[in-house]
């Protein structure tokens, strides 16, 4: 199978679990792309996960990076589509319907179940970042103010992007 | 172009449809939710908030990129499988080529010690807003007590023992939606 229809196949499979978006898949794609098939090496993993921070756009983008390091442009489409067309398509389906089993236990069930899941894949995404950029000690305090001032003050994203831009150009990161 | 009236049910064509997702797309960064609700309940006002709500709420009982799936949701509404299409593909089609842009930029220049150390420092800021984006999902969660040992879980399964997504999420899914399940019958 070519390369941009074994993106398709790994990535449409994992867009039937990506509860919490494409940003609680990362680490399940760096397993895929970094560990099992070594289409990528962990620093481009981060560049790439980096440039799609600093992009605008729904998060699901950074599927397109990969797919584009791992096999161009066709890459690029078919790891966009594997991620949104399954779930796009159910979707169509099943909205006309949506009103008569949503409120029912076992709906809010799965509602309520899978939160906490989110939570834990989106806090394994940060982990694996970390690991994988081989962050420093004055890397890891640029982690924690970032975590602490956005938390507490309504600063755009991009400013944070800037900042950090900022003190990797000055070699201080 | 604003929209006038203060009826909800403008229906937009084909090319409002791509257009008004277009804008949506590219006035994101780190997610594009809260641009999509402004776009759709305040701005065009192609639904009620009420509206974008309920419709809001299988876009994010599904898996996948939510706002890709709301996309498709409002674009079925207004333009059938067309819109359905439509929609999405305005949605992505900036970024998409942005996001090209940068990374022909990346393979071009990405390897000079200037950008890879203006990267760096992207890339632990990124780190930094995915934990705060995991703490505010957290002290978001109903039930702490209950729910938050199987973010633990999860953490565990995936970050340390590094096991397959697939079946940790089934597997937590079953766990953590049984005893959803059982606490609901239980009020």
Redesign the interface.
């Known amino acids: 199978m070519s390369l941009a229809g074994e993106l398709f196949r790994e990535f449409a499979?994992?867009?039937?679990?990506?509860?919490?978006?494409?940003?609680a898949?990362l680490?399940?794609m760096h397993?895929v792309v970094v560990e099992n098939h070594h289409w990528l090496d962990d620093t481009t993993f981060?560049?790439?996960?980096?440039?799609?921070?600093?992009?605008?756009?729904?998060?699901?983008?950074v599927v397109?990076?990969i797919g584009?390091?791992v096999a161009g442009?066709l890459g690029?489409l078919a790891a966009?589509l594997a991620?949104?067309l399954?779930?796009?398509v159910?979707?169509?389906l099943?909205?006309d319907r949506?009103?008569s089993f949503?409120g029912k236990?076992?709906?809010?069930?799965?509602?309520?179940?899978?939160?906490?899941?989110?939570?834990?894949?989106?806090?394994?995404?940060?982990?694996?970042?970390?690991k994988s950029?081989g962050?420093g000690w004055a890397?890891?305090l640029?982690?924690?103010?970032?975590?602490v001032a956005?938390?507490r003050t309504k600063l755009?994203?991009?400013w944070?992007?800037a900042?950090?831009?900022?003190?990797?150009?000055l070699?201080?990161? | 172009m604003t929209a006038t009236g203060t009826e909800n049910q403008n229906r937009p064509d084909l090319r409002a449809l791509f257009l008004g997702f277009s804008s949506v797309g590219l006035s994101g960064f780190g997610g594009v939710l809260p641009f999509a609700r402004r776009m759709l309940v305040e701005e065009k006002r192609w639904m009620s908030s009420e509206e974008f709500n309920t419709q809001l709420g299988l876009c994010q009982f599904l898996p996948g990129p939510n706002v890709i799936n709301l996309a498709v949701v409002v674009g079925k509404r207004y333009q059938g499988v067309a819109g359905a299409i439509v929609a999405p593909l305005g949605l992505l089609a900036g970024p998409f080529a942005i996001v090209l842009l940068l990374a022909l930029l990346y393979d071009r220049y990405g390897s000079l010690p200037i950008a890879q150390s203006m990267l760096r420092g992207i890339a632990a800021v990124g780190c930094g807003l995915l934990f705060a984006m995991a703490w505010r999902m957290g002290t978001a969660l109903k039930d702490k007590s209950v729910f938050l040992p199987f973010t633990v879980l999860t953490v565990a399964a995936i970050a340390w023992l590094r096991w397959p997504l697939p079946s940790v999420m089934i597997a937590g899914l079953l766990l953590s939606g049984g005893v959803a399940y059982w606490k609901l019958g239980r009020k």
């Open positions: 499979l994992l867009s039937f679990v990506a509860f919490g978006g494409a940003t898949l680490p399940e397993r981060t560049h790439l996960y980096a440039i799609a921070q600093a992009a605008p756009g729904p998060n699901v983008l397109t990076l584009w390091e442009l690029a966009t991620m949104c399954p779930m796009s159910l979707i169509y099943l909205i949506w009103e949503s236990r076992w709906q809010k069930a799965i509602s309520l179940g899978v939160a906490p899941l989110a939570v834990g894949l989106v806090f394994s995404g940060a982990t694996l970042i970390a950029a962050l890397a890891w640029l982690v924690g103010a970032t975590v956005n938390l755009h994203p991009l944070f992007i900042v950090g831009a900022a003190l990797g150009l070699g201080l990161v």
